[in-house]
């Protein structure tokens, strides 16, 4: 289509798409209005494709990645560029009266994960795109995605996230397809809700189906007219309860009977989607695994096993074929190696809401302690792996037995898997466990969120052709030397903080330097991820500076983003103490016209967009060995900040990119913190490491209030008392030395302004290798065996 043809189809489609909605005329609508209208003429555009791209997948192995979160955010600017298309809307909303800009500011993010999992779900759907591959995503359509933090006097508040009315434009039903859901509480419709998910610069458009729950009749109507109101809605409000929210947690288990429902919900839905589709394209179901391959997002899906052998069993194949066809078909994904976050559902609850489905666990309970018993392992090994032991089921060693792939998300991390966590499989199906070191698009986390930077490479590299092929970010190296580019590579950064530096004023009313150290950490709350070591930093910064006030001090903004699970309360009170710092320091005039802290509330996608492209420095501080991968890391990487960090997750292998000179390192390495922690008392550096004692104490001597909740001495406690495995558990106070060493070393070396420059150009030079195309690539040849499918 040429310019103006696409100019005016815009121009007609949103304009019909208004009076369709309102009944009213375009010069009447509202921005939000207008946004919705967009999002329909969207989908619009790619309906042909996205039907040739559904029947094209339908002809082919294919593979389905199910995941209980796709943190999604916006979707429409990624739309217009993946499609080519942003200017032909500008201009055409232009003649409608409307700014692009600010329509887009219209969209509320699509919060439906966490954190890193479903981030790294979200980007794994636009490469899939983007290299035409047979990817379909299933989720939920979660009514409420994770809550909206506001913070009443420091303290971390939830409060539900009104992101979806009664719709969200950028979806459409396929009630047609609506799956009846079996629950011992009351079966429910599955209707599936399509997101397409477009490729840049390509036809194909992917489908990310993500369920809602309905009744099977909306209302009782004999309780109804019998003058029962309540008991008539009993079923329409058990079915909403569904899909009503996103359970906070980020790695720690949330063991609700209501979460273990939605996740069958999604599973069974999705697995009889796949088998409906399978059917209707090559009849047999014998075929089944030749043609799909579903991919298990961490353990929160793998109720789908035992539920996929069942509609077998229902179909009449027999146990033992369908169990071996699971095992050809599924592949089982590990994100952590912190005990607490292997799923664990008590028996009972299963065999209540699920009966039929646990006799199917049952089954393949027998059969796995029989293949072990085979090959005379020992006894007591069998009984650990087993996936029904000790009155519990063990989703992770269901997924390890059954999956036909076992994968961890960076090398270290997988190292942990086979030698620590999944040892015994590990020596039983040798070359089942496999890495697949995480990656993030460069469409999002560099193209769109820095346009400024990526018109700057576009013109030294002559082409926009690193969007698709990162690894032509490579050819940046030389300007590493080129003082003129670093200049440039600076001007960009300047304006990237300056929009943070504007984010920042308007929503919180902190007024910051743009020339300042912008050092930020952005992730979820949690003590293994350590925002206490910075925040314990930033303290001893200030008394340092309180006691010399004429030194040479680099002035510096610590930014932080968090939230918190809402149970977790130390999470919570960590928060508070890092509010209570930042209320000290940026109200003290001796010390805040050097440094300030900022905690940016509610942090969100959108929020990550403005502020990794403004970061200088990039805090991945986690004690290592406990961060599975981290993906902030690299989007960090990408826009040039250089990062501060331990040798843990996928920092090992930026590390292995970037070279010890253009990062800082600190802290025990992970085989050192295994040799070190059994004997670990944190009085030893607490009482030695200068400034340490007195910055720990502020939690017990008065210098903060937590309006006497016994909060920050419970913090305390958790850091000072107790055996070595309790005691300090993720080694705050072992690393500060190192770690002021580190961040005091960066501080200086920014004022080197080149240098700095230089080192950050080499960061985003190196940075090719982490996008989530070089990732999905190696899931594509180890693991799915797909091919390309170019509509
Ligand atoms: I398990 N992760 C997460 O965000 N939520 C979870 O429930 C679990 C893991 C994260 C890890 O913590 C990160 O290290 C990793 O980068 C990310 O998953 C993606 O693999």
Not at 312 to 321: A, K, L, S, Y
Request: glycine fraction near 6%; hydrophobic fraction near 40%.
């Amino acid at each position: 289509m040429s310019k103006k043809k696409l100019k005016d189809f815009f121009k007609q489609s949103i304009s019909s798409h208004i009076k369709a909605n309102s009944g009213q005329d375009v010069s009447q609508a509202t921005e939000a209005e207008v946004w919705a209208a967009l999002s329909r003429a969207i989908i619009e555009h790619v309906a042909d494709n996205w039907a040739e791209t559904k029947k094209a997948y339908d002809k082919t192995r294919q593979e389905h990645y199910l995941s209980a979160e796709f943190l999604v955010g916006r979707s429409t600017l990624n739309n217009l560029v993946n499609l080519d298309i942003y200017d032909e809307a500008k201009d055409a909303l232009k003649d409608l009266g409307f700014d692009l800009t600010s329509i887009l500011e219209e969209e509320n993010d699509a919060a439906l994960g966490n954190g890193g999992l479903g981030r790294l779900a979200a980007c794994f759907m636009d490469s899939s795109a983007t290299l035409d591959m047979p990817v379909t995503g299933y989720g939920i359509l979660y009514r409420h995605g994770l809550f909206k933090q506001v913070f009443d006097n420091g303290y971390q508040v939830e409060t539900p996230d009104v992101w979806m009315e009664d719709d969200f434009a950028p979806v459409v039903p396929h009630r047609d397809e609506k799956q009846r859901i079996e629950l011992a509480t009351g079966d429910v419709y599955a209707v599936p809700y399509d997101l397409p998910i477009t490729g840049y610069h390509t036809d194909n458009v992917n489908t990310l189906r993500l369920w809602k729950a309905e009744p099977l009749t909306p209302f009782d109507i004999h309780d109804f007219n019998a003058g029962n109101f309540q008991e008539a809605l009993e079923e329409k409000n058990q079915a909403e309860d569904i899909w009503r929210v996103l359970y906070p947690n980020d790695t720690t288990h949330e063991g609700k009977v209501l979460r273990l429902k939605q996740q069958y919900f999604f599973a069974s839905a999705s697995v009889k989607d796949i088998i409906r589709r399978h059917k209707e394209n090559h009849g047999d179901l014998r075929t089944f695994a030749e043609f799909n391959s579903l991919q298990l997002n961490d353990t929160h899906p793998v109720i789908a096993i035992p539920e996929l052998i069942r509609l077998f069993m229902e179909e009449g194949i027999e146990f033992d074929e369908a169990s071996e066809i699971a095992k050809a078909t599924f592949a089982y994904t590990n994100h952590t190696v912190l005990a607490e976050a292997l799923e664990k559902w008590d028996i009972n609850i299963v065999k209540e809401l699920i009966p039929n489905v646990y006799s199917v666990i049952e089954k393949i309970d027998a059969k796995f302690r029989a293949e072990l018993a085979e090959i005379d392992a020992h006894p007591g090994k069998i009984e650990y792996m087993s996936m029904i032991h000790d009155g519990q089921v063990h989703m992770a060693w269901l997924a390890s037995y059954v999956s036909y792939s076992i994968n961890g998300v960076a090398q270290l991390h997988t190292d942990i898997l086979r030698k620590d966590t999944l040892h015994d499989w590990e020596d039983i199906y040798p070359g089942k466990i496999n890495n697949k070191t995480n990656g993030v698009t460069p469409r999002r986390w560099l193209r769109n969120t820095n346009p400024e930077l990526s018109a700057l490479i576009t013109k030294l590299l002559g082409n926009e052709d690193w969007v698709k092929h990162a690894d032509k970010l490579e050819e940046l190296l030389p300007f590493a030397d080129d003082k003129k580019v670093l200049k440039q590579f600076l001007d960009v950064k300047k304006i990237k903080k300056q929009q943070l530096a504007d984010m920042v004023e308007t929503s919180l009313g902190i007024k910051v330097d743009v020339d300042a150290q912008f050092d930020i950490m952005i992730k979820r709350l949690h003590e293994y991820k350590r925002q206490l070591l910075d925040a314990f930093y930033i303290l001893d910064l200030y008394y340092r500076i309180k006691e010399n006030p004429q030194e040479d001090w680099t002035p510096r903004v610590f930014f932080f983003g968090a939230k918190a699970a809402s149970g977790y309360v130390r999470a919570k009170t960590i928060i508070k103490f890092i509010n209570e710092i930042a209320e000290l320091i940026n109200n003290d005039s001796d010390v805040n016209n050097i440094i300030k802290v900022v905690f940016v509330e509610n942090y969100n996608v959108s929020k990550a967009e403005v502020l990794f492209p403004a970061a200088d420095l990039s805090e991945q501080i986690s004690m290592a060995g406990k961060e599975a991968s981290g993906t902030g890391n690299m989007k960090f990487m990408m826009n040039g900040a250089l990062t501060i960090g331990t040798l843990d997750g996928a920092n090992v292998e930026i590390n292995g990119q970037v070279g010890d000179e253009n990062m800082f390192l600190f802290g025990a390495k992970e085989e050192e913190i295994v040799e070190i922690l059994p004997s670990y008392d944190p009085k030893v550096p607490y009482e030695k490491t200068p400034g340490l004692k007195r910055v720990v104490d502020t939690l017990i001597d008065g210098t903060f209030s937590d309006d006497n909740q016994g909060l920050f001495q419970d913090l305390y406690n958790s850091l000072m008392v107790g055996d070595w495995d309790q005691a300090d558990q993720y080694y705050v106070l072992g690393d500060f030395a190192s770690y002021r060493e580190a961040k005091d070393r960066a501080a200086v070396e920014f004022n080197d302004k080149e240098t700095w420059a230089r080192k950050a150009w080499i960061n985003i030079s190196k940075s090719g290798v982490f996008s989530s195309d070089r990732t999905i690539r190696e899931y594509v040849e180890d693991i799915w065996k797909i091919e390309e499918t170019k509509i």
